[in-house]
C-alpha cells in the first residue's frame, strides 16, 4: 500500500512539473514561486487526511492533496504528509501551531512520509535554504 501511494505521489508530482513547464535543474535562475492555493478538505486515509509535498528538482514547492488540489483551508486533525524532496540542494520545511516542526534533510533526496497533528491556524512550508523563493502556505479552519 505504501508503494502505491508513492507510485502515485510520483505520478502526481511528474504531471504537476509537466502542466507548469518546469525543467531544468537547480542551475536555473532563481524565480519567485510562492504558493497560491484553493480551498479543500483531505482524502481519507486509515489515520485521517493525507497531504502530498514536493520540492525541486527546480526551485519549485508545493502542498497538495493525492488528487492535485492546492489546499487553502483544511480541516483540523491526523493528517499524514507524503514528502517527495526530488533535490540535495533543497528540503521540505512544514511549521505551524500544536509544535507542528517536521522537515527533509538538505543534502538528502527521496520519499518520507510524517505523521502531524493539525490544529486550527496559518501552516507554513519553505525550502530552508531559499525560503524567501520557495515558500507557501495553507489555513487549517474548524473544529
Not at 88 to 112: C, K, Q, R, Y
Request: net charge negative; proline share 5%.
Amino acid at each position: 500500500m505504501r508503494s502505491t501511494r508513492f507510485v502515485l505521489a510520483a505520478l502526481l508530482a511528474a504531471g504537476l512539473l509537466a502542466a507548469a513547464g518546469c525543467g531544468g535543474g537547480d542551475d536555473e535562475a532563481a524565480t519567485d514561486t510562492e504558493t497560491t492555493m484553493t480551498t479543500m478538505t483531505g482524502g481519507a486515509t486509515g489515520l485521517g487526511f493525507t497531504l502530498v509535498g514536493s520540492v525541486g528538482p527546480g526551485f519549485e514547492i508545493s502542498v497538495t492533496t493525492p488528487s492535485g488540489d492546492a489546499p487553502e483551508t483544511l480541516t483540523p486533525g491526523s493528517w499524514e504528509l507524503q514528502v517527495d524532496d526530488k533535490s540535495s540542494a533543497h528540503n521540505f520545511h512544514l511549521t505551524g501551531p500544536g509544535d507542528v516542526d517536521v522537515s527533509t534533510e538538505v543534502g538528502e533526496e527521496g520519499a518520507e512520509t510524517f505523521q502531524v497533528e493539525l490544529q486550527p491556524g496559518t501552516y507554513s512550508f519553505v525550502c530552508d535554504p531559499h525560503a524567501s523563493q520557495m515558500n507557501g502556505t495553507f489555513e487549517v479552519a474548524g473544529s
